[in-house]
């Protein structure tokens, strides 16, 4: 029968737990100094709990905090993109030294909200600690499925201040408040600038006429298709569907690798404006053949990476057009989202387009850019009810 004792050690009384675990194998486990008797009962139905439930770990088996972060990520090598497990690893490695050492039975709610708390003075960026709670949670989960712990004390802390919902590609970064989009004018300039680069300090290698066309080609098509960056770098020829004016999305290029679309909704196909097909075929005349049959290849044959053409032509576009020097190239795919929208399309609609999971996601990102007030439509269902 399980029993709560008390004992005198050198240090002084303290007490001690005698019971029997799921194999019939009697336990003792010495509760630390200072531990009231309600405390050690709490803790006898903790252990009750588990051994019924036959997850009973004794104490000096259980592992510490990092040796199940490192069980984890090892299972987890091959199941998710290798820079996705880079990640993981980067937290695990840069982030938990406050739980290292600690028992993974012991990592209680109190120590992941110091943990968050701490990392907030700091001044860590709240998307930041949002993504590397992340990391910390799937390591709880791990951890439960193993019976080290019965419950996940991340579910259980107080997070830091409520952003709006990470979406699984990345469009947010504090979502709504960092969202900026461009109206048609703005766009029309941005597109305009792309003539006036100055780029003679490449000399010999100055931006050629078939250059420009290729990057005129590349904004226009980033905000009339919404696609991501590591998708319109990744894209071939035989991606685009000229027959149903349609760009079919199969891969990515990110981190100077190929990648399949991330989730099964991002593999998808989107319309494209019969203007925006006639502006391919004229880039099409005009692209140098490459091995891998690449829409936008770089002058030696391979893809564009992404800081060559940021600082080299969206960076200057931006200044010559007379944009705000923050709008991101990631805003252009906002943009698409913001002025779909503002036209009236259906949301479902908008969901395919852009590759997200389910149209909830959609809402939370764009639902501030919705109008508020739409008479048009009150006028429409007057007339359907009443014939007015």
């Not at 303290?14 to 008797?37: A, C, I």
């Not at 309600?38 to 588990?50: D, F, S, V």
């Not at 993504?131 to 910390?136: D, E, F, G």
């Not at 709008?327 to 913001?338: I, K, L």
């Amino acid at each position: 029968m399980a029993k709560v004792r008390r004992r005198k050690y050198e240090a002084g009384w303290r007490y001690m737990l005698d019971f029997y675990d799921h194999e019939g194998k009697r336990q003792r486990e010495t509760l630390p100094d200072g531990t009231t008797l309600k405390a050690a009962n709490l803790r006898l139905k903790e252990i009750q709990e588990t051994i019924g439930r036959g997850q009973y770990i004794p104490e000096n088996k259980q592992p510490p905090f990092h040796q199940v972060a490192a069980q984890w990520l090892e299972y987890k090598k091959g199941k998710v993109r290798s820079t996705t497990w880079e990640v993981y690893e980067g937290h695990t490695r840069n982030h938990f030294d406050d739980f290292r050492r600690i028992k993974i039975n012991r990592v209680s709610i109190a120590k992941v909200e110091s943990w968050i708390a701490k990392r907030q003075k700091q001044g860590m960026p709240l998307s930041t600690i949002r993504k590397i709670l992340v990391t910390m949670g799937q390591i709880f989960k791990y951890a439960i499925r193993h019976s080290y712990i019965s419950f996940n004390p991340l579910a259980a802390a107080e997070r830091p201040k409520a952003v709006e919902e990470i979406d699984a590609d990345n469009d947010s970064d504090d979502l709504q408040s960092k969202i900026k989009v461009l109206q048609p004018e703005e766009i029309q300039r941005l597109i305009a600038a792309v003539d006036h680069i100055d780029d003679s300090w490449r000399k010999e290698n100055r931006l050629r006429v078939a250059d420009k066309l290729k990057i005129k080609t590349m904004f226009k098509l980033a905000i009339m298709s919404g696609t991501r960056q590591g998708e319109l770098l990744g894209l071939q020829w035989q991606d685009v569907d000229w027959v149903n004016s349609q760009l079919e999305i199969r891969r990515t290029f990110n981190n100077n690798r190929w990648f399949p679309p991330k989730t099964k909704q991002s593999r998808r196909d989107i319309d494209l404006a019969k203007g925006m097909i006639t502006d391919l075929k004229r880039w099409k005349v005009a692209c140098p053949k490459t091995e891998l049959n690449l829409m936008f290849p770089n002058r030696a044959g391979n893809p564009i990476s992404h800081m060559n053409l940021y600082k080299r032509y969206f960076k200057p576009a931006l200044a010559i057009a007379g944009l705000d020097p923050s709008f991101r190239w990631h805003d252009m795919r906002h943009t698409y989202a913001s002025l779909l929208l503002a036209q009236g399309e259906n949301v479902k609609y908008i969901q395919k387009q852009l590759g997200h999971s389910n149209p909830t996601v959609t809402l939370n990102v764009y639902a501030h850019l919705m109008k508020k007030k739409n008479q048009t439509a009150a006028n429409r269902l007057e007339h359907t009810i009443f014939g007015l």
